[in-house]
């Protein structure tokens, strides 16, 4: 295993020097559909500048960041390239390590021969690490990748077990950007049947642990906030960076759903639609995890997946962390109906993004419509992706169980 | 999606694909090319009709009358252009600020790639001279531009001379509400390009020119003026641009609507309009005109001096003065008429020309075809591509689909590795890669060792490296040992299947015509490749075939045939053009070849050789 996949980190760690050092470095970073205003590193670079000059980074609307990030940066501007790759290094070897165990707790092996699981971490890092977004995402040196880098640390200490960690890994995936809010009920779940506490609102035990943890997590986002405050002396950063998660005043068009409709709008009834919208994410949370209280972590990969579709500012980095989650369940792939059609519109889509925008801005024979078109057809596709796999696990499951059931009254 | 989720309605209709695969691709091959062939057919086409309102609904009495005088300039001017063998800069500028203009000049120096054997040129240095023409009573926010080319010899010396002409009639008029550039470039297309650049404040390619010292505000139109000679028959209308693109279909109306009032015989692509579409020599010579601008599109250079402005949203068009054999001559008055005519109704536009159409087809000038016509007929060849893809998944998917709810699963028969099919994507895209650096990089080292010239160097290097990459798969099966699965093929056509229609796919939307084009010819041959088929198909069915073909069929349409050797001596400066395009103008033409179809023809050349 080792040998593998120190092959495939010194391939993507290749591909992604040779890109930063070519002239397409500078052209990615302008992309849209691969930075946002939250994440792009111009806009670091220039909280950064506001910095040295002693201006507070958030004046001037430009920088969205928080101020750990910045701080993170200040220290290691000359070597970004190098965070980032390491950054994408980290995340790699949280993928492997967590599929090593991740089945400890379900006894889903017998569907798979032990050589398919065997290969599992690797198709993950492999996965994640070839993608061309992920590739595309750290040339241009946004965030983003280290913000995937926090939730696959999250979810590794998760599934170690470590509820302290897990807590405060995933305060501070909430304070870069709060919707990994929604990732304490699978969290929740997952330790909870960890240490064989049902989940049942009226056992005492239950809302111990419920309240521990979330003392731990609440604790360290308070902590985190605290911090942030003192470094940099005043709360601007909480209306530059969550207040412009939440209104959304940045129309710049990218992949996500919110900037077209909120460009047609009048202002009457902004705040309506911001809040519609916003719901909208938060609100498959608890249905799901009903609906999933025994699999904590396919929620977690549900939920991953529902934040990078529907969120303000999406880019192709969210939409690779939950791709690279796939083949964990490589079990379903045989159920999965219309894979291909769905792959190929993703395909198509992600090749026509570029195409149309050059027609639009530059040639300026289409306009906002064809390119919405695309975006509309490309979050299709992603949620066509989500609800399939979401079905077959169902189907899946059902058959497990009348085979476990058919099994048991035989003997 | 009911029909789609439902397992056993799917199962049919998977079924009815698979099993009906051939015929129904044949069927779509076949009724996409006949519907490309019916859009020249009139009663399928739509009049043309002015769409901007700020156009149409004003009346323009044109009083231009110094004719006469423009062509005494035109004399005046060739002699100056003689005697400082080449641009006459301080002439023009005199001549210029006599008239009232703001003039700046701007020089500027680019060195090509390598000579250009056509115009005979490699290091070339000019200078542009442009007068601004201040709007009386307007904000200097806006500006039209009327240019002509200062070409070697006896061209286009009229045209100059009619611009000045022009610029003195215009300076007396108190309606401008735009400021008016007029724009004499030398060595053409540098020249355009190099002040464009230096207007624009970009720097797309490698110009070495001083930026400019006046200018006159966002540019909404350009109209290029070339004319030879004092009487003309008729006017010509060049529409084609960079890469494909053609300016607003209104700038074509208010062509065609100002030669119908004045009187003057109008023509695209050299062809003049006929009345009998419902005769076969009708129908033909529209489709003549149709592909002639299907062909000039597709090879994605400028075709006039306007290309070069499409791409910084201007809309431009080329009007070209013809001098055949007719009765009916058209003196320079009337062309300056014309020209005042349609510079006036620009200067009434309120906003950019968006109106119309941006993407078209003209079988002639009074009937267009919309994007909406003639996309299903790109639509039906890659439809061929999706559905042999999907035919190929579903024969690859089956192993898998018969071990259903085993809870011991089958296991597919040697599944193909990601290897295998990995290496020739890695390999084809390499060779493209090679074959876009290489020809530009080792001409010298050409020149040295064989007794060739520069361009004949770069140009036989391409071809060379193009003719290599036969000769890869030979090597790669050599290097994996023991692959070759039956399923190794598959894998790799349905690779090469997608990744050809979203090719494709893009290209049509840029340039519909280069798109088509490739399609025709690659469609049917990547669809029923097998390694079974013969070699011989596959090469005469390549990219660089399919260039030579289209040189041949252009020689024919413009009733000029030419013998092979000519055809393949025309091939090679087709060549050696396309890669200085894209060095000089940014061209995209080469590169799309080169990097991306070329490879993909490389990866089905490979299964072709597969064991």
């Known amino acids: 295993m080792a040998a593998p996949l120190t092959l495939l980190l010194i391939v993507a760690v290749t591909i992604r020097a040779v890109l930063f050092r070519s002239s397409l470095a500078e052209l990615i970073s302008a992309r849209v559909e691969v930075v946002s205003p939250l994440n792009a590193w111009k806009r670091v670079v220039e909280g950064l500048a506001l910095l040295d000059l002693g201006v507070s980074p958030y004046s001037g609307d430009v920088f969205h960041e928080t101020p750990l990030m910045i701080y993170l940066f200040h ?42 699981m065997f290969y599992i971490p690797l198709k993950v890092a492999m996965f994640y690490l070839l993608n061309p977004f992920t590739i595309l995402s750290c040339v241009a040196k946004s965030t983003c990748g280290l913000n995937n880098a926090i939730i696959a640390l999250f979810i590794f200490c998760t599934l170690k077990g470590s509820a302290l960690l897990s807590g405060i890994l995933l305060a501070l995936a909430t304070y870069q950007s709060i919707y990994p809010l929604t990732l304490f009920a699978p969290a929740l779940l997952f330790f909870l049947q960890r240490l064989y506490i049902p989940v049942n609102l009226r056992r005492s035990s239950f809302w111990f642990f419920t309240l521990q943890y ?35 005043p940045d129309l710049t068009p990218n992949i996500g759903l919110f900037w077209y409709f909120f460009a047609e709008m009048f202002e009457h009834f902004r705040l309506f639609f911001s809040c519609v919208f916003q719901i909208n994410v938060f609100f498959y949370t608890i249905p799901l995890s009903i609906k999933l209280k025994e699999h904590p972590v396919f929620l977690i990969f549900m939920q991953i997946a529902i934040i990078s579709i529907f969120k303000s500012y999406p880019t192709v980095g969210d939409v690779a962390l939950y791709m690279a989650f796939l083949p964990a369940w490589s079990h379903l792939y045989r159920f999965l109906r219309n894979i291909f059609l769905v792959s190929c519109v993703l395909l198509a889509c992600s090749a026509l993004f570029p195409v149309l925008w050059h027609l639009w801005i530059y040639a300026g024979s289409a306009n906002s419509n064809f390119y919405y078109a695309i975006t509309l057809l490309f979050n299709f596709g992603q949620v066509k992706v989500f609800t399939t796999t979401w079905l077959t696990n169902c189907e899946w499951k059902n058959r497990w169980r009348n085979k476990v059931s058919l099994f048991i009254n035989l003997y | 999606m009911g029909l789609l989720s439902d397992p056993n309605r799917r199962k049919a209709l998977t079924g009815l694909l698979t099993r009906l695969n051939t015929p129904i691709c044949i069927v779509c091959y076949l009724a996409g090319i006949v519907w490309f062939m019916g859009l020249a057919f009139e009663p399928f086409t739509l009049r043309t009709y002015m769409s901007e309102n700020a156009m149409g609904s004003t009346m323009v009495e044109e009083r231009f009358s110094s004719g006469e005088r423009a062509l005494s300039l035109a004399k005046e001017f060739d002699a100056h252009k003689r005697k400082a063998g080449g641009m006459p800069v301080e ?113 797309i390619t490698e110009y070495i020119s001083g930026s400019l010292r006046g200018r006159a505000g966002s540019i909404q139109a350009a109209l290029s003026l070339e004319l030879s000679s004092d009487v003309i028959t008729s006017l010509d209308l060049v529409l084609e641009g960079l890469n494909g693109q053609l300016p ?17 015989l109008c023509t695209i692509q050299g062809k003049l309009q006929r009345n009998d579409w419902d005769t076969a020599e009708g129908y033909t010579h529209a489709a003549q005109t149709m592909m002639l601008m299907v062909l000039k599109q597709a090879c994605g250079r400028s075709w006039g001096d306007h290309g070069l402005f499409l791409r910084y949203h201007i809309e431009a068009a080329s009007v070209r003065g013809i001098n055949s054999f007719r009765h009916y001559k058209t003196d320079a008055t009337t062309i300056g008429r014309l020209l005042e005519g349609m510079v006036r109704k620009l200067n009434n536009l309120l906003e950019r020309l968006h109106q119309s159409y941006f993407f078209y087809l003209l079988p002639s000038l009074s009937r267009f075809v919309s994007i909406g016509y003639y996309m299903p007929a790109f639509g039906l060849l890659a439809v061929i591509l999706l559905l042999r893809a999907l035919d190929l998944w579903v024969h690859l998917g089956a192993p898998a689909l018969a071990a259903v709810d085993g809870v011991t699963e089958a296991e597919q028969p040697s599944s193909p590795g990601v290897l295998t099919v990995l290496t020739p994507v890695v390999i084809s895209h390499l060779t493209g890669v090679a074959l876009y650096l290489l020809p530009v990089h080792l001409q010298e080292m050409a020149v040295e060792h064989f007794p060739v010239s520069e361009t004949e160097a770069v140009v036989l290097t391409a071809i060379a490296i193009y003719t290599a990459g036969l000769a890869l798969p030979h090597n790669t099966q050599r290097l994996l040992s023991g692959e070759g699965t039956e399923q190794g093929w598959k894998v790799l056509k349905l690779t090469a299947l997608l990744y050809l229609a979203v090719l494709l796919g893009c290209t049509a939307l840029i340039n519909f015509s280069l798109g088509f084009i490739l399609a025709v010819t690659l469609v049917p041959i990547t669809a029923s490749i097998t390694p079974a088929l013969y070699a011989v198909v596959m090469v005469l069915l ?20 030419v013998s092979v050797s000519e055809g393949w001596m025309l091939f090679l400066s087709v060549i050696s053009q396309g890669i200085l395009d894209h060095a000089l103008y940014g061209s995209l033409v080469y590169p799309l070849l080169a990097l991306f179809i070329y490879p993909c023809w490389l990866m089905f050349w490979n299964i072709l050789f597969w064991n």
């Open chain 1, 75 to 116: 220290f290691t501007v000359d070597y970004a390239e190098i965070v980032f790759i390491v950054s994408a290094y980290f995340f790699r070897k949280q993928k492997y390590a967590l599929e090593s165990d991740r089945y400890s707790a379900d006894c889903l092996e017998l569907l798979r021969s032990p050589k398919e």
């Open chain 1, 214 to 248: 979330a003392f731990m997590y609440v604790g360290s986002l308070v902590v985190i906030t605290g911090l942030s405050f003192f470094l940099l002396g005043s709360w601007d950063f909480i209306p530059s960076v969550y207040g412009f998660i939440f209104s959304v």
């Open chain 2, 248 to 264: 607003n279909l209104d700038l074509a109306n208010l062509f065609y609507a100002f030669c119908q009032k004045l009187g003057v």
């Open chain 2, 542 to 561: 390549s990219p660089a075939f399919t260039i030579l073909y289209c040189v041949f069929i252009y020689q024919e349409l413009i009733e000029a045939p």
């Open chain 2, 91 to 203: 002439w023009l500028v005199k001549a210029m600020q006599s008239r009232g203009l703001e003039v700046f000049t701007q020089s500027f120096s680019r060195k090509l790639p390598f000579p250009d054997e056509n115009k005979e040129r490699y290091m070339v240095r000019g200078t542009n001279v442009y007068g601004i023409l201040r709007a009386p009573r307007a904000p200097r926010t806006e500006a039209l531009v009327i240019t002509a080319p200062c070409s070697p010899g006896n061209t286009n010396n009229q045209a100059v001379a009619l611009l000045l002409a022009l610029a003195q009639y215009f300076r007396n008029q108190i309606y401008w509400a735009k400021d008016i550039i007029f724009l004499v470039n030398e060595h053409d297309l540098i020249g355009t390009q190099a002040w464009l650049e230096g207007y624009h404040h970009t720097n």
